[in-house]
């Protein structure tokens, strides 16, 4: 060890020993200490002014008490005050001299002694308080001080140990540099002999650059055979992953080809009947026949400006009214549209598509307008006919007037002819009563048809709403479906993805293995054929495990068919099931409906001795041919629903 060391390590103990001596005793510590020993010197001058104090308040004390029984003995005995008080003068001059005046003073009374015996008292008290305090601030300044006298000691106790270690330093200072001097001796030898073993090594090194140069000029051949080598690895890599991709994409389509055709089979389903519901409504019966004109109809997003619409400035949006027929396109006329986009690469977007079909629907419609029109004429014409008809047919009204008039006139002939027959007067009343039998029978005719008609058309409109419930629940539950199928689908495709990626990264990692295989036996071995051999098994071993991942990711592909095919035969015998059951359940709620409503709709038929249902339905066509149009299509409804229940709930 040299000197500078060894002073080094000195400098630090003291500077450690420095810093213990502070952690002892600080600057704040030394000031209160300071300040304890000045506040110990106040208080101890306070206990000795209270002691004093207190001393002349006892004397002071006694004497009044002596002087209060002094007085009264001298109201026993008067003859001795006198006496007394030259006594007492004599002692207060013994005692304290300058407390001459406060004796002799005319306050010397013993109502005045009594009340400074008070303040006496309080005051002693108040003493009293003081010094016990003071009592305790000096055993915690004592205490203090027993403290700081410990700390003291220690510092005493460090310094000596500070002064042998320094006595300790200086010898070993000594003994160092005399160990020092014979190690210096001898790495002067060491040095002259490494000199000699220098310029040997440097003889050796030149020898061994120009092997050096050697082996780089190999080395840079074999690096570029090796840049081909990694350039093939790469292009090999590139080709893998495309066929990986294409391999994902194939997968992808294949699985989203089959749950979005099953999903597009069911919703075509559900559209063609909800189609064949809608057909069967009054609504929606013209529409249907242009969707059957038309094949296929499909929906315009897009929607084109029609007019030039004026607007005020409190108008926040402006409705105009619009054909629903002008909305929906045909098909084939759509795909025709894409078809022609493809062809010319894109350049025609889907909005000019849609604007031109628009504009083409907008003609067409225009057309059928036009059709509907003159089908309109035609069928005005037929309605004015048939209401001329019914005007010059007899109604109730005019029946009943007819009665009254044939009433008042027999009322005339009988009282200006009195000599008519009875037989020609019978003969009359026979024929009015005739009449007005007739009449009430159609009365009745036309007022129960006319309930049946509101009654069946109140059924029709509950039977509207409840297919319209049940369209919305179909509606839920594909959603449902729908969105249950996707989650799987997407759980699935995550799963397949996790165990492709699992083994992309072993192949990855073999052929990191490989490569540093390769590298290592490059650097070792010299030859060229051998490190050829070498890259042969490498890309042999590339293509090995290439053919396994494709045969490991074309079983999982097989295996997830086969999953999927188990699981839509499964679900396909659990929607027949459910279906089967929902069948059979709306068949048995539509009969017993079937049967109250025969019941309750049918007894005015068959308590009414008037009617019957074939003259039932002459009587309405010969009088109201509309009223009886309406009747016949929803009797036939009605009896199509009873016999049929599953035309309405086929779903």
């Not at 001898?186 to 030149?206: A, P, T």
């Not at 090999?236 to 089959?258: C, F, R, T, Y």
Request: hydrophobic share 30%.
């Amino acid at each position: 060890m040299s000197r500078s060391s060894q002073r080094s390590i000195v400098r630090d103990q003291f500077q450690n020993e420095e810093e213990e001596e502070d952690d002892l005793l600080g600057e704040k510590d030394v000031e209160r200490l300071n300040n304890l020993w000045k506040n110990m010197k106040e208080e101890k001058k306070l206990m000795n002014l209270s002691t004093s104090s207190m001393n002349f308040k006892d004397k002071g004390r006694q004497r009044l008490n002596y002087n209060l029984s002094q007085e009264r003995e001298d109201q026993w005995h008067p003859e001795q005050t006198a006496d007394y008080q030259k006594k007492l003068y004599q002692q207060s001059q013994k005692e304290d001299q300058p407390n001459e005046d406060e004796f002799l003073s005319p306050q010397f009374d013993p109502v005045f002694m009594e009340q400074k015996l008070q303040e006496s008292y309080n005051l002693l008290t108040k003493a009293q308080e003081k010094n016990s305090t003071l009592v305790k601030k000096l055993a915690e300044a004592e205490d203090e001080l027993d403290k700081c006298h410990q700390k003291i000691a220690k510092i005493s106790q460090m310094e000596q140990m500070k002064n042998s270690q320094l006595s300790n330093a200086k010898y070993q200072e000594q003994y160092t540099v005399n160990l020092l001097q014979g190690d210096l001796d001898e790495k002067d030898k060491l040095i002259k002999q490494l000199r000699l073993s220098l310029e040997e090594y440097q003889e050796k090194c030149n020898l061994l650059l120009a092997e050096n140069n050697m082996i780089k000029e190999k080395n840079a051949n074999l690096c570029q055979e090796l840049d081909s080598k990694i350039s093939e690895n790469n292009r090999i890599k590139s080709k893998l992953g495309e066929v990986e991709k294409i391999i994902d994409e194939m997968i992808l389509e294949k699985n989203s080809k089959g749950v979005v055709m099953l999903e597009i089979d069911y919703l075509k389903n559900d559209i063609e009947k909800l189609l064949q519901l809608l057909g069967q409504t009054a609504e929606f019966k013209d529409f249907f026949k242009f969707a059957k004109d038309s094949r296929d109809i499909t929906n315009l997003k897009f929607i084109p400006k029609l007019a030039n619409v004026k607007q005020d400035i409190d108008d926040k949006v402006i409705k105009v009214p619009i054909n629903q027929k002008m909305l929906w396109v045909p098909r084939d006329a759509f795909s025709f549209a894409l078809h022609l986009k493809q062809k010319y690469n894109g350049k025609l977007d889907e909005k000019c598509i849609e604007e031109f079909l628009f504009g083409y629907n907008k003609i067409f419609s225009e057309r059928e307008e036009k059709q509907m029109e003159r089908y309109k004429k035609i069928y005005t014409t037929q309605i004015t006919s048939l209401k001329l008809q019914l005007e010059k047919k007899t109604s109730y009204k005019q029946a009943t007037s007819q009665t009254k008039k044939a009433t008042s006139t027999i009322r005339k002939s009988t009282n200006s002819v009195v000599s008519k027959s009875n037989a020609n007067i019978e003969k009359q009343l026979d024929d009015l009563t005739r009449m007005t039998e007739q009449n009430k029978e159609n009365q009745l005719f036309l007022t129960d048809a006319i309930k049946l008609q509101e009654e069946y058309e109140r059924q029709l409109q509950e039977k509207q709403i409840q297919i319209e419930e049940l369209n919305l629940k179909v509606q839920e539950l594909q959603v449902q479906g729908m969105k249950y199928d996707k989650l799987n689908y997407m759980e699935g495709s995550v799963w397949m993805l996790d165990k492709i990626l699992k083994e992309v990264l072993r192949f990855r990692e073999n052929i990191i293995q490989m490569t540093k295989q390769i590298n290592n036996n490059a650097f070792k071995n010299q030859n060229q054929k051998e490190i050829l051999q070498n890259y042969k098994w490498f890309v042999d071993n590339v293509e090995l495990n290439g053919e396994q991942l494709i045969e490991k990711i074309n079983y999982m592909k097989e295996s997830t068919q086969k999953s999927i095919s188990n699981v839509k035969k499964q679900q396909g015998n659990d929607l027949q099931e459910s279906f089967h059951q929902f069948e059979q359940q709306q068949n048995q709620k539509q009969q017993e409906y079937s049967k109250n409503n025969q019941q309750n709709e049918y007894s005015n038929f068959n308590n009414n001795p008037y009617l019957n249902e074939m003259d039932f339905q002459r009587t309405l066509s010969t009088q109201s041919p509309q009223l009886y149009q309406n009747y016949t299509s929803t009797y036939r409804n009605e009896r199509d629903f009873h016999d049929n229940p599953q035309t309405q709930f086929n779903y």
